[in-house]
């Protein structure tokens, strides 16, 4: 059974400051998303990652793919205001059409 | 391009009472799926649909139902709502991007549904 972790849950930060959210999950899969939820909003997708070594950069925030290590990462580098919200990884398994979430991970950063 | 959509927006039910919940998605996407979402967790998929005409459960079915009406349209029905049954509803489409050797699939999500069961 595919099980995601993430962590951590809560995350509270200097505006300035850096910091790295890990998503670990149970079975082999190459497919993993990380996607951004604002309060009371949908999700929109943030970064698609598709083999073992991909990684993604868009603004101040970058996202990397261990598959042998079964572990993403999302790094927040020199994190701003405006990325508070709360980021969820999600795993498709491997040849099935489910996706599996982790349960987010909530970023406030502090002005 | 609308995306994604759902409706209705807010529903507030009584226990027992019975209610559809409607999708529809204009991008051409084989996939469809039903989500629900509890303050301060992921996302659980529900029920999922991988071409027109078929369902397959998801992770929490119970309680559930759903019909996938034609290629555009997924809907998920409460039979008799219960008060377990309050949370965020998401429907979301799967497209098929790239090209040979580099495809990938990505799940649009609607804007989600909120629901009250007294």
């Known amino acids: 059974e595919l099980k995601v972790e993430q962590n951590p849950l809560f995350l509270s930060m200097q505006e300035g400051k850096n910091y790295t959210i890990y998503c670990n999950y149970s079975t082999t899969s190459d497919r993993l998303y990380w996607y951004r939820q604002d309060p009371g909003k949908s999700l929109e997708s943030l970064f698609v990652?598709?083999?073992?070594?991909a990684v993604k950069q868009e603004g101040r925030l970058m996202a990397s793919l261990d598959t042998k290590a079964r572990l993403s990462t999302l790094h927040i580098t020199a994190a701003v205001h405006d990325l508070s919200a709360t980021y969820f990884c999600a795993v498709e398994g491997s040849g099935t059409y489910k996706y599996i979430f982790g349960t987010g991970t909530r970023l406030k950063v502090l002005a | 391009n609308a995306g994604v959509t759902q409706t209705p927006k807010f529903q507030v039910l009584k226990t027992g009472q019975s209610m559809t919940l409607q999708c529809a998605q204009d991008?051409?996407?084989?996939?469809m799926y039903w989500y629900r979402q509890d303050p301060g967790m992921g996302l659980r998929l529900i029920y999922y649909?991988?071409?027109?005409?078929?369902?397959d459960k998801g992770e929490v079915p119970n309680g559930y139902n759903v019909s996938r009406l034609n290629k555009r349209e997924f809907s998920l029905r409460l039979e008799s709502a219960a008060p377990s049954q309050t949370s965020v509803y998401f429907c979301?489409?799967?497209?098929?991007?790239?090209?040979?050797?580099?495809?990938?699939?990505?799940?649009?999500f609607g804007p989600g549904t909120r629901l009250t069961v007294l």
């Open positions: 649909s991988a071409s027109e005409g078929t369902t």
């Open positions: 991008m051409n996407h084989n996939s």
């Open positions: 979301a489409s799967r497209g098929d991007f790239g090209t040979s050797g580099s495809v990938h699939n990505e799940q649009f």
């Open positions: 990652l598709l083999s073992n070594g």
